[in-house]
């Protein structure tokens, strides 16, 4: 299918697990992002990727790691999941550094035990 | 840095009502700005942007006019419907180079019949 996906769509784990969360986007845009949306606190950026092989930390990435092989997966790893990374994910994708508009995944709803 | 704040929800209407959820940025330089909405269960969506000052985006009967004199970029809509019902967000992009967003908290809209 065509467009942006994102697996699994829902997740529960204990503490100091490590849990990977993917992103596939069909478009082959160069720009890939991640976010998790937290009540109060809005979208915050935690990693984005400007192309394969480059990547880059955002507001909040501490906890988190990310690659990026392929254009199009970019996954996001929680090396030892704490209770404060329970959220919702959201990944995201665009074709150019300027963001005017970003396509948006479906989202994962992250629950850590 | 760049920031963004909205108004605090839920804004609960009825149908056919007028809408208006402010929004307020500060920034340097001259940002775009952007209002996504989420509906139920699935990620953002753009829909409407505005790149420049006294440009006025729309779509689906929602408006929204950049202010720079009042760094506001309030969204409106003359009559609403249950379908409305989403979480809004509104975003802005800006500086040089890479241009990451950045969302106001969101704005939950309830519509009743």
């Known amino acids: 299918d065509a467009g942006i996906t994102q697996s699994p769509r829902y997740k529960i784990t204990e503490t100091g697990r490590q849990v990977t969360l993917m992103c596939h986007q069909t478009?082959?845009?160069?720009?890939m992002f991640w976010y998790r949306q937290d009540l109060g606190h809005g979208l915050r950026l935690i990693y984005y990727?400007?192309?394969?092989?480059?990547?880059d930390k955002g507001e909040v990435p501490d906890g988190y790691v990310v690659s990026r092989s392929k254009t199009e997966n970019f996954p996001l790893t929680l090396e030892s999941a704490t209770r404060s990374q329970t959220s919702v994910y959201f990944c995201?994708?665009?074709?150019?550094?300027?963001?005017?508009?970003?396509?948006f995944g479906p989202g994962t709803r992250l629950t850590v035990l | 840095g760049d920031s963004v704040t909205q108004m605090e929800g839920p804004v609960t209407l009825s149908e056919e009502a007028f809408l208006t959820i402010n929004c307020t940025y500060t920034?340097?330089?001259?940002?775009?700005l952007f209002w996504y909405v989420q509906y139920p269960g699935e990620g953002l969506q753009l829909l409407l942007k505005?790149?420049?000052?006294?440009d006025k985006g729309s779509n689906k009967g929602f408006e929204a006019t950049y202010r720079k004199e009042t760094t506001s970029f309030h969204l409106e809509k003359g009559s609403v419907q249950v379908s409305d019902s989403a979480v809004y967000f509104c975003?802005?992009?800006?500086?040089?180079?890479?241009?990451?967003?950045?969302f106001g908290t969101g704005t939950r809209l309830l519509v009743s019949p």
């Open positions: 505005a790149t420049k000052a006294d």
């Open positions: 995201a994708s665009t074709t150019s550094g300027r963001a005017y508009e970003q396509f």
């Open positions: 975003a802005l992009s800006g500086g040089t180079g890479f241009q990451k967003l950045v």
């Open positions: 990727s400007a192309a394969a092989d480059i990547t």
């Open positions: 478009w082959s845009h160069s720009y």
């Open positions: 920034a340097t330089g001259y940002p775009s």
